[in-house]
């Protein structure tokens, strides 16, 4: 790959994609709040969804948390709290390949349970389906990292890419040159997850800003009763007074005109 490309690629693309993401997300939630949201098929198949969205989610939360931390912390950080870039390294590897095969699974449940129930796969619009498969894929390319970077568990290749995505948000779009030696899979695997940056504002996937993660931060805020404590204990009393019964009233046939 020329210098050119690669400047092209990892210097100026990721602001493209940057950019169709936050600006996309806030026209869509201004102008398209009924289609907010990712539309469910829990009706259907429901133990198959549930297997597989717990995975998927489980797995995904941890791999976003996991790169959260892993990309954008400042070196000095982990070098101040003598954190060896060896640890790291090996630390990436194992949470991120766990977390990775969690959501593996999940993902292959729900894309089996997507695709090949002739119901669901009728009332899903093709982005579902497709954001799906570009999920898949760039799990796939992911955990197909995880080989290469055994191969330096120095962790000499994981600091060229946590330079990269610190100056790219840094707006210093020369910092492309940190990634333009790595092996090929690390660069389909930067490209494809920049591509879902983009795509976002336009699939199911923006229900991911609508996480009630607020929630959290209120307690008591919500009342939430599982059906096992309905079981157990009995139906809550109200304390509101309840209106009195209202009477039924006998309305008079309408008497035939003489
Ligand atoms: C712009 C978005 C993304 C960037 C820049 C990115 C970057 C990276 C990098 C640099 C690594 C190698 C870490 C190392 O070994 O030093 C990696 C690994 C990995 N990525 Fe991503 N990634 C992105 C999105 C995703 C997404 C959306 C998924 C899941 C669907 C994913 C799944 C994985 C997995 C499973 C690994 C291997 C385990 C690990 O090292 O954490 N990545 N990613």
């Not at 600006?23 to 969804?49: A, C, M, N, V």
């Not at 999940?106 to 999920?135: E, K, Q, V, Y």
């Not at 333009?180 to 490209?191: C, E, G, R, T």
Request: hydrophobic content about 50%.
């Amino acid at each position: 790959m020329s210098n050119a490309i690669n400047d092209v690629l990892f210097g100026w693309y990721p602001y493209f994609c940057l950019t169709v993401f936050l600006l996309g997300s806030l026209i869509r939630f201004d102008r398209e709040q009924y289609t907010w949201k990712t539309g469910s098929s829990q009706l259907l198949r429901r133990r198959q969804l549930r297997w597989g969205s717990n995975l998927f989610h489980v797995g995904i939360l941890a791999i976003f948390g996991g790169h959260f931390v892993g990309l954008l912390t400042p070196i000095w950080v982990f070098d101040a709290l003598g954190i060896s870039h060896s640890f790291k390294q090996g630390l990436a590897i194992t949470v991120g390949g766990i977390a990775g095969v969690a959501c593996f699974v999940g993902i292959a449940l729900l894309a089996h349970r997507r695709l090949f129930d002739a119901r669901i796969r009728n009332t899903s619009a093709p982005g579902d389906i497709a954001i799906l498969l570009l999920l898949w894929l760039q799990l796939t390319l992911g955990l197909s990292t995880i080989f290469v970077s055994l191969g330096h568990m120095d962790g000499h290749e994981m600091v060229k890419f946590m330079n990269w995505a610190q100056g790219i948000l840094t707006l210093q779009p020369a910092a492309a040159a940190y990634v333009a030696d790595v092996n090929p899979i690390f660069k389909a695997h930067l490209l494809l997850g920049m591509t879902i940056f983009l795509v976002f504002p336009f699939t199911r996937l923006v229900h991911v800003w609508s996480a009630p993660v607020w929630y959290l931060g209120r307690p008591g805020y919500q009342v939430v009763r599982t059906r096992l404590a309905t079981r157990r204990s009995p139906a809550p009393v109200s304390t509101v007074p309840s209106p009195a019964p209202v009477r039924p009233i006998a309305i008079p046939a309408p008497q035939p005109a003489e």
